[in-house]
């Protein structure tokens, strides 16, 4: 039986998961809209879109570090069944090495994006070439799409 401070723990994971993976869905909206307007005002009209992959690459990060967060939520990640090679023992040590190692993995790694992206904002706010957007907020979906995605099902 699970404790309810784990349930609202994890209804509240979720709930930030689910903000994200609506930003995420946004960001892909605008990342396709920014490519077809691209793609129309460069071979239709003779006139690209400016800073029109400037745009494309910083929701692509946004989009695909918020969606792996929802690809965790929904279990839908890819995995490998060691049942064929391993007996169930064997098979639940596994299981609780992986999962452990993930979650190290998961601080570790979202620790260091963490570093990266406020690397971006100190001592300068660094910014795009053309459109001089800032860097910084799509580099913050790094560390927080990972650390919520693998938080996320405990």
């Not at 839908?76 to 609780?96: A, N």
């Not at 910084?136 to 996320?152: C, K, N, T, V, Y």
């Amino acid at each position: 039986m699970q404790s309810s401070l784990l349930i609202s723990i994890r209804k509240g994971l979720h709930s930030v998961i689910m903000v994200f993976t609506w930003i995420g869905a946004a960001a892909l909206i605008i990342l396709v809209l920014t490519t077809f307007a691209n793609v129309v005002g460069r071979y239709l009209l003779r006139m690209p879109l400016t800073g029109a992959v400037e745009i494309s690459q910083l929701f692509l990060v946004v989009t695909v570090f918020f969606g792996v967060a929802y690809t965790e939520v929904r279990k839908q990640h890819v995995t490998f069944d060691e049942s064929l090679f391993t007996s169930r023992d064997v098979q639940g040590r596994y299981d609780r090495h992986h999962v452990f190692s993930g979650w190290v993995y998961a601080l570790v790694m979202s620790w260091q994006e963490t570093l990266l992206a406020i690397s971006y904002m100190l001592p300068s706010l660094r910014v795009t070439d053309v459109l001089k957007i800032p860097i910084a907020p799509a580099m913050l979906s790094l560390p927080l799409g990972r650390f919520f995605g693998e938080w996320s099902f405990c």
